[in-house]
């Protein structure tokens, strides 16, 4: 069985030679487009504050102002993200830790203050809201591309972006179980590789979000690498949407691997 640090190596080639061939005006395909968007955001690691706004249909807002943190596990594209809220005293101190694994089911752990202990979600938890917002686990952590069937739909622009229409459909009853979407439609900004547009449907086919990434920027030059500031999830069915302003964003900061740690979470 190869190890990881060649199966990640063999990634980063696929990717060098799909990036080749549309230079020389191959057209990609749809799953090239997806395994790109996969890791356009995918740095070594990072460090970022952001600013959670949840507002209900009558336009009531909360806030939630948090610290984050990011990094690539030893050769791989395997994320793992550490989110710890600080304010309002009602959310502070409560903290996640998503790791993904590429071979097998990702981590999801949370830590709440008020029970002064770590709890590990199964995989199904994963279509459950992040921390009370219109994101789920799943739309957090990114869904693996070979688990979904890909169709490229058409090209159109998008807000001054020419994009790819790709609509995704799980390869499973168990993705689309775990997921709770049975189908997306993404918009891909062929400069970037960024979503900056997702329709999602629920399990029984109705519409039931709307994902945007604006404030799109290239924060890794040297490996083409581009992040979203300012993300959006607006519910159809409830009228609910969060908003994630992104702030202090650095790459490759250096971040240490103590962090990542369940044990780390109780500190």
């Avoid at 799980?170 to 900004?189: C, E, L």
């Avoid at 030059?221 to 949407?241: I, S, Y």
């Amino acid at each position: 069985m190869p190890s990881r640090k060649k199966a990640f190596t063999a990634v980063l080639a696929a990717l060098c030679l799909a990036g080749a061939g549309h230079a020389m005006g191959a057209a990609p395909s749809a799953d090239e487009i997806m395994k790109q968007d996969f890791v356009t955001s995918k740095v070594m690691d990072s460090t970022q504050d952001a600013t959670f706004h949840l507002l209900n249909a009558q336009g009531q807002e909360r806030i939630r102002e948090t610290s984050g943190q990011t990094k690539l596990i030893p050769g791989t594209t395997d994320n793992r993200r550490l989110v710890v809220f600080n304010a309002p005293a009602d959310i502070r101190g409560t903290k996640t830790l998503l790791i993904e694994h590429s071979g097998g089911d990702d981590d999801i752990w949370i830590y709440l203050p008020a029970m002064k202990k770590v709890r590990r979600l199964v995989a199904n938890n994963k279509k459950d809201s992040f921390v009370g917002t219109d994101f789920s686990y799943g739309d957090v952590i990114g869904y693996r591309v070979e688990d979904w069937n890909h169709t490229l739909l058409r090209e159109e622009t998008l807000n001054g972006a020419d994009c790819w229409v790709i609509q995704s459909t799980p390869k499973s009853a168990r993705v689309a179980d775990v997921s709770g979407y049975s189908k997306r439609i993404s918009w891909i900004d062929k400069r970037s590789f960024i979503a900056v547009k997702s329709e999602i449907y629920d399990q029984q086919g109705a519409f039931l979000k709307r994902l945007t990434q604006d404030d799109v920027r290239e924060i890794d030059p040297k490996n083409h690498k581009w992040q979203a500031m300012r993300l959006t999830a607006e519910n159809a069915q409830t009228g609910h949407r969060t908003i994630i302003e992104l702030k202090n964003f650095k790459a490759n900061a250096g971040v240490s691997d103590g962090e990542f740690t369940p044990s780390y979470l109780e500190n």
